[in-house]
C-alpha cells in the first residue's frame, strides 16, 4: 500500500499532468470533470490535436516520451497523422551533472573511477531521458569504451509515472468512446513491459551477446562488444565504435566505404535478423547505425529493445511476403486470415477490394518496382480498421526504415530481391524432410498427451449426456465410407509419424544423408494421400 507521502506525491504529479494537459489543449484525455455522465454514449467533440499531444508528452518527461515513441510505431491505433507527429519528439531532458553520474558509475562498480579508467571524459558524447553515454579509456588494457551510465532517480519517476499512467488509461477505456477501440490498457501494459525492460541495462547486454553469436562468421558486420564483469543493471561499459553515420554516406563515398556496399551490408544483415534469426533490432533508423572507420564495417547501436519472432511465425510470414510480391491477392487475404493479422469479421468485400486494387497494380512488375508494397498492405488494413499485431507493425516499420536508408545509399537498391530471396529460403527450409520430421515428431508428442487425456473427457462428455446436459444429433448415413477414410488417414499418420522416427534417428542405410526408411515412409505416405485426395475430390464426384 503507498504511504501518505506516495500519495501525496502522486497527487501533485496528476494536477501537473492535468496543467501540461491542458496547457497543449488534450486535457480531455485525463480530465475527470468532463467525463460524461452515461459512458456508453459519450465522446468529446474536439479532435486531438496531434502536435499538442507531442509537446505534451516532450514537457512530462523521460517516461511520457518513451510512451510517445511506442506510439509513433502504432499507426494502426492511433492513426497516422498522430503517429507521424510523434516521430518528431525530442528528448528535452537536462543533462545530468558529471558529479551525480560519477557517484553512480562508482556506486554500481564497487570502485572509484581510477581504479578503473586511465581516463574518463565529463562531457557526455550523448545524454537522453533515461542515461547518458560517456567516453573512456580502461586501465586494464587501454582500450578505449562508451560508458552508459543511467541517470539517478530514473527509475523511480519512471515507476512512478507508469503507475499513474495506468490508472489514466483505466479511467480513460471508462469514459472516453474514442479509445475504447484500441483498448488504451492493453497498451500502457505493453509500455510498461518494454520501458522496465529498458531500464534493465543487462537486458542490452543480453542482447549484445545473443546477436554477436547470431552472427559469428559473417565478417561484413559488427557488434559493440562488451565487457559484461563492467556492466550492471544501471551501468554498460562497451566498446567504442569510432565511425561513420550511414546518413554520411548518402550519396557519397567515404575513405573508400561506398553507399551501394553499406545498403547491400543493410539489407543482409537485417533480413538475417528477421527471417533466418527471429531476432531482430526493433528501430533500425539511421542512428542506430555506423561504419567503423577502422575495420570499415557496418554496426549496429542501441540493442536495448529487439523484436522476436518465433519459426512458425517465420515461415508463415514468409509465404505472405511470396504471395504478396506475387501478386495472388485471394490467397494474400486467406494467409493474413490463418496468421489472425486479420479476423474474420475484419474480411469485409470492401478490404478485400482494396488489397486486390494494391496487388493488382503490382501485377507484371519487376522487383525494383515494388518499392513500399508491405507498408502500403499495412496502410490498406489500418484504413479498415484493422487493429495489427504488434510484430506485425514492428516488421512493417522496420522494413520501410530499411527501404528508405538503401534507396538514400545507393539509387538502385532493390529491397524487392532481398525480401523475396530470403522468404524464399525460409518456405524451402520448411519443407526440408529434416524439418518436417521435426514437425512430425512434435506432432507424435501432441498426439501422446491427447491419448492421455481423451479417455477422462470421453466419460465426463457421455455423464453429462445420461444426465441430459448434452443433446447429440446423429447422422448415420455414409459411417462405412466416413470409417474407411479415417482407417487411411491413420496409417498416412502412423507412416509419417514412423518415418520421422526413422529419420531423427539417423541409423541406417543413407541417401543424400538422410535415412532410406524414412524417405520410403515419406514417399509411401505422400502416394497414399493423393490417392485419398484424388478419390474424394474426383472420383466420389
Not at 546518413?247 to 567515404?254: K, S, V
Not at 525480401?419 to 515428431?441: E, W
Request: hydrophobic share 40%; glycine share 6%.
Amino acid at each position: 500500500m503507498a504511504s501518505r507521502d506516495e500519495r501525496k506525491e502522486s497527487r501533485q504529479r496528476m494536477k501537473e499532468i492535468y496543467s501540461v494537459a491542458k496547457k497543449y489543449n488534450v486535457s480531455e484525455l485525463i480530465s475527470e470533470s468532463r467525463k460524461p455522465k452515461d459512458p456508453a454514449q459519450g465522446e468529446f467533440d474536439e479532435e486531438l490535436d496531434a502536435s499538442g499531444l507531442r509537446k505534451a508528452l516532450e514537457e512530462l518527461g523521460p517516461a511520457y516520451v518513451k510512451l510517445g515513441q511506442l506510439l509513433c510505431t502504432r499507426p494502426d491505433l492511433v492513426g497516422n497523422d498522430i503517429a507521424e507527429e510523434l516521430t518528431k519528439l525530442r528528448d528535452n531532458t537536462p543533462v545530468t551533472p558529471f558529479e551525480e553520474i560519477k557517484e553512480v558509475i562508482e556506486t554500481q562498480l564497487g570502485q572509484s573511477l581510477d581504479e578503473v579508467y586511465s581516463e574518463f571524459e565529463e562531457e557526455p558524447l550523448g545524454s537522453a531521458s533515461i542515461g547518458q553515454v560517456y567516453k573512456a579509456v580502461l586501465k586494464e588494457n587501454g582500450e578505449k569504451v562508451a560508458v552508459k551510465v543511467q541517470k539517478p532517480g530514473s527509475y523511480e519517476l519512471v515507476a512512478a509515472d507508469v503507475k499513474i499512467m495506468v490508472s489514466l488509461a483505466e479511467k480513460a477505456d471508462k469514459y472516453i468512446t474514442k479509445t475504447r477501440t484500441f483498448n488504451l490498457p492493453a497498451i500502457i501494459k505493453e509500455f510498461e513491459r518494454s520501458i522496465f525492460k529498458e531500464l534493465d541495462y543487462m537486458e542490452e547486454v543480453m542482447n549484445i551477446q545473443k546477436i554477436t553469436k547470431n552472427f559469428e562468421g559473417y565478417d561484413y558486420v559488427k557488434y559493440p562488444k562488451v565487457y559484461p564483469k563492467l556492466c550492471t543493471n544501471r551501468l554498460i561499459n562497451m566498446e567504442l565504435v569510432e565511425g561513420y553515420n550511414v546518413t554520411e554516406l548518402y550519396d557519397n563515398e567515404i575513405d573508400g566505404i561506398s553507399g551501394k556496399k553499406i545498403a547491400d551490408d543493410i539489407v543482409e544483415s537485417y533480413f538475417k535478423q528477421l527471417m533466418l534469426d527471429g531476432f531482430f533490432h526493433a528501430d533500425p533508423h539511421p542512428g542506430n547505425m555506423v561504419v567503423d572507420k577502422n575495420e570499415k564495417k557496418l554496426c549496429y547501436l542501441d540493442l536495448g529493445m529487439m523484436g522476436i519472432l518465433n519459426e512458425t511465425f517465420r515461415a508463415d510470414l514468409a509465404q505472405l511476403l511470396l504471395l504478396l510480391l506475387g501478386g495472388n491477392a485471394n490467397s494474400l487475404v486467406k494467409q493474413l486470415l490463418y496468421m489472425k493479422i486479420i479476423s474474420p469479421e475484419q474480411d469485409t468485400d470492401e478490404l478485400r477490394m482494396d488489397i486486390e486494387d494494391l496487388v493488382n497494380r503490382y501485377i507484371g512488375a519487376d522487383l525494383d518496382q515494388m518499392d513500399g508494397v508491405l507498408e502500403k498492405l499495412i496502410n490498406t488494413m489500418i484504413k479498415h480498421g484493422v487493429t495489427l499485431p504488434r510484430e506485425f507493425v514492428m516488421i512493417g516499420r522496420g522494413v520501410a526504415l530499411i527501404e528508405d536508408i538503401g534507396y538514400n545509399l545507393d539509387k538502385d537498391f532493390n529491397i524487392g530481391e532481398a525480401l523475396q530471396r530470403f522468404s524464399k529460403k525460409l518456405v524451402v527450409d520448411k519443407f526440408n524432410p529434416i524439418n518436417v520430421a521435426k514437425g512430425s515428431y512434435d506432432y507424435l508428442l501432441d498426439v501422446e498427451h491427447l491419448m492421455k487425456v481423451l479417455p477422462d473427457r470421453i466419460n465426463s462428455t457421455l455423464t453429462k449426456i445420461e444426465k441430459g446436459e448434452i443433446k447429440v444429433n446423429l447422422e448415420l448415413a455414409g459411417l462405412t465410407e466416413l470409417k474407411n477414410q479415417i482407417s487411411v488417414s491413420l496409417i498416412i499418420s502412423a507412416l509419417l509419424i514412423g518415418s520421422s522416427l526413422a529419420i531423427l534417428a539417423d541409423k541406417g542405410p543413407k541417401m543424400w544423408d538422410i535415412s532410406v526408411i524414412g524417405l520410403w515412409g515419406f514417399v509411401i505416405s505422400g502416394v497414399l494421400g493423393l490417392y485419398v485426395i484424388l478419390k474424394y475430390i474426383v472420383f466420389d464426384k
